[in-house]
């Protein structure tokens, strides 16, 4: 999705949960600074990655253990992408994810030696996640690229394929690149926080809002790409 198109969700996004875009601002600047002294994933790498290919998107809902089980052999030629801590339950499987999609909410020590192993790493800078920018950015030492819930004009070394949570952002990331089929696993929406979202520390009403605008953007995206089906 082109950011003309995202700003109309962002902007109701912002009113919804009264976020400060100066906090936005601070955040993606501060990942775009950290990322330019880094090797940085060419944005066509990772298009041809999802390009006509089939994906598999791995969501933190709590049925996630449970469906991985159920089709590791059933997806295991699919490029496989991890929200954020959906990858520690697909690390603890011995699968490394092609992509994870994280604002770094998630257990880091897995997304790093995935990082290692493989995974290329989407970092996402939003107001609240700036203190775990500083912190964990440069401990990724393989293939990332940055994002932003702004304008990515505004930064060198940022993208926006639209998308807030971790989750839906990979949708829209497998969307953008026009992946074949996109199945999403693990992703739920009945009131229950699953244990890979590590959300011990969170506002669980939040959460739950979050999980709404999950569900209704990628709903807003199957209008468009009937390619998108839930697992």
Not at 34 to 39: I, P, T
Not at 66 to 93: C, H, Q, R
Not at 143 to 168: V, W
């Amino acid at each position: 999705m082109l950011y003309k198109n995202w700003e109309i969700f962002y902007k109701k996004i912002i009113d919804d949960f009264n976020f400060e875009i100066k906090k936005d601002n601070e955040s993606a600047k501060l990942l775009d600074s950290l990322l330019s002294n880094k090797k940085l994933l060419p944005e066509d790498r990772l298009e041809k990655l999802i390009r006509e290919n089939n994906v598999a998107i791995y969501g933190a809902g709590p049925t996630l253990s449970n469906k991985i089980n159920s089709s590791i052999k059933k997806y295991e030629n699919f490029i496989k992408i991890a929200a954020d801590g959906a990858t520690s339950a697909l690390v603890e499987k011995k699968i490394i994810p092609d992509i994870i999609v994280t604002d770094l909410d998630g257990k880091i020590i897995d997304q790093i030696n995935a990082n290692i192993r493989g995974s290329l790493v989407l970092i996402h800078a939003h107001g609240d996640n700036i203190k775990k920018i500083k912190n964990h950015v440069s401990n990724f030492s393989g293939s990332i690229m940055g994002s932003t819930q702004m304008d990515p004009k505004n930064f060198e070394n940022l993208f926006n394929y639209g998308g807030f949570t971790d989750g839906d952002r990979c949708v829209f990331l497998a969307d953008h690149f026009k992946a074949k089929k996109i199945y999403l696993i693990g992703f739920d929406y009945n009131k229950k926080i699953g244990k890979y979202s590590f959300s011990k520390q969170k506002n669980k009403e939040n959460k739950f809002k979050k999980l709404n605008w999950c569900k209704y953007l990628i709903a807003e995206l199957k209008k468009e790409n009937p390619s998108i089906q839930y697992i």
